[in-house]
């Protein structure tokens, strides 16, 4: 198999042109913007050559960089790392240097691809803003089928759960990385709470305020513990300040002014509000009609309008969303971010805020809604939609105590499960099994219209004679190549949004099921695996990219913590029992609702009712406002103890300060021919300490003129005259 570096995807072929004028124009382009491109990249001392693709005018251009090209890229790097600040090695002749990790090579050979000129690339992008290279589709990295099945067998084989950062960092990045040892460190916390849950399930008590508070505590120390630990990560990948030396993205704008970039940014939250509000009422629709409506109705079709809120959300909530993202994406393309970590940054918040919405709002109802207040709202419903109409025989009019066995906080419970689990297994079929489905569907579709290749391979085939092996190989080889050009782009953004999402329900909700963590933990188990598979067979390779941090999703655990803190004490405030030696009583929910129900059936609420209901309120407000509060002091303190741990007791950044001092030394030795510096006439070494002889004598030749000063001391003489005159 040949060295290849990269494959730039070109399409020369127009996908809808109806005129023979057209199709002339188009390929009179295409093979101008072809030629420009082999040029441009022969040009740049790499070496390229096209292949055909999976249909007529796909063409597949092969890169390799050799390697005085790759040895220049490294030094120029090296030197930016340098001026910027960046954590750099010393600086090696290519003999003593270590040889280039697979991913970094990749990384180097792709930025000099696509960079803009500005940034010393060749601007060879399908997303040039000046749409230069329009023919273009992508540059995209080949897998190496040794070390994936070296890494899927080493998951699959092993029973503990384990990640070689380094072998990932080699193959695949620092973005990916750090993305499996997120997910590492993560599952490895998951065993306190889940532990912690199946003891209170099975010998608590429910809503137990004792495991609330361990909950949140844990959540509050794992993200800060992650904030500082990434920070470690950081040095030990040398990519602390790599934003400063990153590229500019191909779409970008150049002399954009600031403030209209930020005026854009702040004109993008009313369309984020629209969509968010549109999402509530959609949700709150469909929770009213699942959780009221059908439970009155009795009449014909009852058992199908039973299924309405699950066809209606199938039907609206997945398409709303897809048509926000694709908002979304214009919206973020049209801030004009100069920088991929800063676009990515703000497409994730936008995106994960309707995402956490349609996560979190149905319990939400449930939990602060639904069983609270749920015989009024029901009541309501029951009289003012149905009563006197002329449906209403096909009402079921419900009683005080049906009422309250309908509205059990048991329906709590049984939507988290649902929830929970429902959603880890659409989420591993959807990652493992669907894309085997779609690319079935693709290979049998491509093969239904690829009727006019027989020809070509025939003529491949008779003049293989010749050279047989060769042939044979290099047919192997493209038509491996062609399946992974089918294959869609990896990105991280939606694993960590899963497991982000899970992260939510484990601290926002696992008092309603003691059991979430554990059953977060057992996924993750598997999802380690999936998520490995997934990278290796259903997706391309991941470009690699330096990164010191997760980004935006560190923000949203933070947020996470802090909704813990209030959730958690409204749902212990509502929902505990409380214990009263010799009996228990019941909670403050029951009792409030003790005043609601006895006006139920003349279809009001009495004024004590509405008191004892503002009163919930208020005091569930306070318990928040107290939580909230609370957990801010809890924060600080964990903050400041996890910085003192990790950070300045790990040793990392004295380490680090020693190897930037050596480069420096180094930098001094070659530019000046020593490391000394002369300071007022002495020669100071880098620790400030006198390494010339001559600075004594320079001291003592100034100090001749006062000697009788410094030989005469009256300290003693004075001490002395006072225990005189004492």
Not at 30 to 38: D, H, M, P, T, V
Request: charged share 20%; glycine share 6%; net charge neutral.
């Amino acid at each position: 198999m040949p060295q290849v570096d990269l494959v730039i995807v070109f399409r020369a072929s127009p996908t809808s042109s109806v005129r023979k004028e057209q199709e002339l124009e188009d390929a009179r382009k295409a093979e101008e913007q072809y030629a420009r491109l082999i040029k441009t990249l022969s040009s740049a001392g790499l070496r390229a050559v096209g292949r055909s693709g999976e249909s007529l005018g796909h063409l597949l251009v092969f890169v390799s960089c050799p390697k005085t090209r790759v040895h220049a890229l490294i030094k120029r790097e090296r030197h930016s790392d340098f001026l910027s600040g960046l954590p750099t090695i010393p600086m090696q002749s290519q003999e003593q240097a270590q040889p280039l990790s697979p991913a970094d090579h990749t990384r180097l050979v792709h930025a000099f691809i696509t960079s803009t000129t500005a940034d010393g690339g060749l601007g060879i992008s399908p997303d040039s803003a000046e749409s230069e290279w329009d023919l273009v589709e992508s540059v995209m990295a080949l897998h190496d089928r040794k070390f994936n099945e070296h890494w899927i067998h080493t998951w699959t084989t092993s029973r503990h759960i384990s990640v070689k950062q380094e072998h990932l960092r080699e193959q695949f990045g620092d973005s990916v990385a750090l993305y499996f040892l997120f997910l590492h460190c993560y599952t490895r916390a998951l065993v306190f709470p889940a532990v912690l849950g199946v003891l209170f399930f099975f010998l608590g008590s429910p809503y137990s305020p004792t495991y609330s508070i361990l909950i949140v505590f844990w959540s509050v120390v794992f993200v800060e513990w992650w904030r500082g630990y990434e920070r470690i990560l950081s040095l030990r990948f040398g990519n602390r300040g790599s934003f400063r030396v990153e590229r500019r993205r191909a779409q970008y704008i150049e002399g954009f002014p600031w403030w209209k970039q930020e005026l854009r940014m702040v004109a993008s939250l009313p369309v984020i509000v629209f969509f968010a509000g549109a999402l509530v009422l959609i949700l709150t629709g469909i929770f009213v009609l699942e959780a009221f409506v059908t439970q009155l109705y009795t009449g014909p079709g009852h058992t199908y309008i039973s299924f309405s809120p699950t066809v209606l959300f199938v039907a609206l909530v997945p398409q709303l969303l897809a048509f926000y993202q694709r908002i979304a994406i214009r919206l973020t393309d049209w801030e004009n971010h100069a920088h991929q970590s800063s676009h990515a940054a703000s497409l994730t918040l936008k995106t994960f805020a309707l995402s956490a919405l349609v996560a979190y709002l149905g319990l939400a109802l449930s939990a602060f809604v639904y069983v609270p207040f749920g015989e009024v709202l029901m009541r309501a419903v029951q009289v003012r939609l149905f009563k006197g109409s002329a449906s209403a025989g096909s009402v079921s009019l419900l009683n005080s105590t049906e009422l309250g066995q309908k509205l059990d906080s048991a329906r709590l419970t049984d939507q988290l499960i649902a929830y929970t689990v429902m959603d880890q297994v659409v989420d591993t079929f959807n990652e493992i099994g669907l894309p085997y489905i779609l690319r079935a569907f693709h290979s049998f579709r491509t093969r239904w219209r690829s009727t006019g290749t027989g020809h070509r391979e025939k003529v491949k085939k008779r003049m293989s004679v010749f050279e047989e092996k060769e042939e044979q190989k290099e047919r192997s080889f493209l038509k491996e190549v062609r399946k992974q050009v089918a294959l869609p782009e990896y990105e991280t953004l939606d694993d960590y949004s899963e497991m982000v999402t899970q992260f939510g329900y484990v601290v926002l909700w696992s008092a309603i099921w003691p059991l979430a963590p554990a059953m977060a933990l057992v996924n993750n188990f598997f999802e380690l695996r999936s998520d490995a598979f997934k990278i290796t067979v259903h997706n391309r390779r991941p470009i690699p990219a330096r990164t010191e941090t997760i980004g935006p999703w560190l923000e949203a655990l933070t947020s996470l913590t802090w909704l813990a803190a209030l959730a958690n004490a409204a749902l212990v405030y509502l929902f505990c029992p409380r214990a009263n030696s010799p009996t228990v009583t019941p909670s403050v929910l029951d009792r409030v609702r003790q005043h609601i129900v006895s006006a139920a059936s003349a279809g009001a609420v009495p004024d004590d009712g509405r008191a004892a209901g503002r009163e919930l309120l208020g005091t569930a407000l306070l318990i928040a406002l107290a939580a909230s509060h609370g957990y801010i002091l809890v924060r600080v303190v964990v903050r400041h103890v996890m910085e003192k741990a990790l950070w300045h007791a790990s040793g990392e950044e004295r380490a680090r300060e020693l190897a930037e001092r050596e480069v420096k030394a180094r930098f001094l030795t070659e530019l000046l021919g020593t490391t000394d510096v002369d300071v007022d006439g002495c020669s100071v070494d880098s620790a400030g300490v006198e390494v010339d002889e001559q600075c004594e004598d320079v001291e003592a030749v100034a100090a001749e003129g006062l000697r009788g000063f410094w030989d005469h001391d009256e300290g003693m003489q004075e001490i002395q005259r006072i225990t005189k005159n004492a």
